[in-house]
């Protein structure tokens, strides 16, 4: 009887696996395809400019919200999870809106520093772009929860797609760098409505119960927010630092050369298809499995999942390293040709990347976040360092902090494992 639960078990765990990827999957394959059309449509200085609204939207994305969205997993009764919900998401609109208002003031600065004209007017609605990710992420823990991965992955594809189709017709309408910016807030838009369709009933319900004990409520959020306080004090700056690391190298390109922002920018979202892919569809499978397990069972998961995803990604990965020199230019054209460069040098980074992100609810479930918040603060002073000290070669920088980071991730998946192996012989 243990071994038939146990298989059936495995079998939900790779259909729930099958229902991620194979919607996520879809959503990459139109980004993918879309990518040889928008680079045809957009130049290396348009792209550069994006990148760098990009940036700062997907800063925002992962903290506005204070990580609160992580913990709606946790709570045993779905009431607290449904009021973690909307704690997450008043404190996303009350974040988003002030650094709204700061992107107003520092805007043209950025725009001068670069060399960008558009991220005067652009920037400020980057703040947007990360309100509406954050309410993306807010609806698929919820649904993460409930075991409901179709409507994550139907929310992923709607995503992709919006953004892709959106950037392809402003593209064609000749509008610059807005079109991007405009294709990526369409995609967005339509994401957070295929998400929250289905729960506008236990959301009116909830927000009638708010408006009938406003005092209760409030009560229970800040005894929720008390509880769940290492999400923003370790998870919350762990989630900043790993953003600002791509953010800043962007910027430090950015100081030298949008147009070589704007290619390095196309080799990263070259590579970002299959870490996206792979990468977040195996974390929440990895949050969902890790929660509630014992120590001892936790252990082998976590070593068959390391193994299992290591195994996956070495291919893509591989290829990706061997066929860019020629596959770049004939897929994105000649214009896009150094993209080719950076997208070898960037393997290393990526592959890491990949495995770190599948890995990294070990840390969270263990309540051990810490360990991330420090590795990840000695890459982003690495990566800055290395920018600043290489700046005049932009392609030799990028190769030492794609080894730098591939260094670093690689201690903080073994030690997860090695942590896991220590908690099972002490459990």
Partial sequence: MRRII???????????AVTLISGTAIGQLAMLMAMPILARLFTAEQFGAFTIYSSVAGVLAVV????????IVLPEKDSDARLLGLLSCAIALIISVIAALILLVIAPGIAEATGAADLRWLLPFAALGGFLLALVSIFSFWFNRRGRYGRISGGRVTMMIGTAGGQVGLGLTAVGAVGLVGGGLIGQSAAVASLSLPLRRGIRVLARQVRRSPRDHWAQALRLMNLYRRMPLLNGPTALIDALRISAVNFTIGL???????????????????SFLLGNAMSQLV????????????YRFMVSATLGCAAVGIIPFGLIYLLAPWLIPWFLGAQYAESAGYAQALVPWVYLSFLAVAMAPFYLVTERQWIPLVISTLYLGGAVGTFLLLRGDVLHAVTMVSVLTAVLLGFQI??????????????
Wanted: charged share 20%; no cysteine.
């Fill in 6 to 16: 146990t298989n059936l078990a495995r079998a939900e765990v790779v259909r729930n």
């Fill in 64 to 71: 506005v919200a204070l990580r609160y969205d992580v913990a």
């Fill in 256 to 274: 030298v050369s949008v147009s070589a922002l704007g290619l390095f920018g196309m080799a990263w979202k070259l590579l970002e298809i299959p």
């Fill in 287 to 298: 949050l969902q499995r890790l929660a509630g397990t014992d120590r001892v069972a936790r």
């Fill in 414 to 427: 073994v030690l997860g494992v090695v942590l896991a192996h220590h908690d099972a012989r002490s459990g």
